[in-house]
């Protein structure tokens, strides 16, 4: 593996960049259907917090789980209540006739640091990211200096860099490595097609969701590692960050193994490169220094 040189001056705290926190009823979460039982309760800050703290993190990222303004409202007012909750990834119908009122409202909490849609849930992903409206959506999300979180899966990575070439005028940022098709076992032909998203300095990337992606009760780590191995390469740590995905990831894992996972990853870099994915990056590209305690 290549030696990433880097500088880092952000504060040296580490962060938990993707999690979710939801009060579920089942009308509002369809995607978590029977296979997803564990996840069928609230998840709440106080069940996230102890696990902060086992794990020497200092703060999270809440990001959406469904689409929905009303959970946006209830993540930042989550947010404005636990410090420790640095920012939300919220949502926002980028297709909304009455956007830039909605994003100029939404904007008044400083907690807000993007948005995400679930365009992996979309009829078509690739359609979805060709439609003129959205595009003058991301272009007025942009506009305000909003990240956008990217889902979408390893079957559409080559429509999402065609999406993100036209909207480079901020961050936007990949989650859980596009989704890799881990079935195909092949993680050489997926780097192949993430490439041309990690060629792009504005895009970057979170290691997070694999366990999910992968054979709930037969992942081992030396499956998941080459992953990470090459994801390192491709965008180095300026450009990467942890996210549990928790609650999602516990379908497949504890927190303590996706976290066990994720820094068995990292032997081989300096402190400055540890520190810039375990926590460094997340705070400067969603711009929560600002937040941090």
């Given at each position: 593996m290549s030696s990433h040189k880097t500088r880092h001056s952000a504060p040296a705290l580490r962060v938990d960049a993707h999690q979710h926190f939801w009060r579920y009823r089942a009308q509002d979460y369809p995607w978590i259907d029977d296979r997803h039982g564990a996840l069928r309760r609230d998840f709440l800050p106080e069940d996230l917090k102890p696990l902060l703290d086992q794990h020497g993190l200092?703060?999270?990222?809440?990001?959406?789980?469904?689409?929905?303004?009303?959970?946006?409202?209830?993540?930042?007012?989550?947010a404005d209540q636990h410090p420790w909750i640095l920012g939300v990834v919220g949502w926002v119908d980028l297709r909304a006739p009455d956007l830039e009122r909605q994003l100029a409202q939404s904007s008044e909490s400083g907690k807000l640091v993007g948005l995400r849609h679930q365009i992996q849930d979309e009829p078509s992903p690739s359609l979805f990211m060709q439609d003129p409206v959205f595009a003058r959506g991301m272009r007025l999300l942009q506009a305000r200096e909003l990240s956008y979180d990217l889902l979408i899966k390893d079957a559409d990575l080559h429509?999402?860099?065609?999406?993100?070439?036209?909207?480079?005028?901020?961050?936007?940022?990949?989650?859980?490595?596009?989704?890799?098709?881990?079935?195909?076992?092949?993680?050489?032909?997926?780097?192949?097609?993430?490439?041309?998203?990690?060629?792009?300095?504005?895009?970057?990337?979170?290691?997070?969701?694999?366990?999910t992606e992968a054979d709930w009760q037969q992942w081992r780590p030396a499956q998941l590692l080459p992953y990470f191995y090459l994801a390192l390469e491709l965008f180095g740590p300026q450009r990467l960050m942890f996210g549990s995905d928790w609650p999602v990831c516990q379908v497949a894992g504890s927190y303590s193994e996706v976290h066990q996972l994720f820094e068995s990853a990292l032997h081989e870099l300096s402190a400055d490169e540890q520190a810039a994915i375990r926590g460094g990056t997340a705070i400067g590209l969603y711009g929560l220094q600002g937040n941090c305690p």
């Open positions: 200092a703060g999270c990222v809440a990001v959406q789980a469904r689409h929905s303004p009303h959970e946006t409202e209830t993540l930042l007012a989550l429509a999402a860099a065609d999406f993100c070439k036209r909207h480079d005028e901020h961050h936007i940022i990949l989650d859980h490595l596009g989704k890799p098709d881990l079935s195909q076992e092949d993680p050489i032909a997926w780097a192949d097609r993430i490439t041309p998203l990690a060629a792009l300095p504005h895009v970057s990337c979170k290691l997070s969701g694999l366990i």
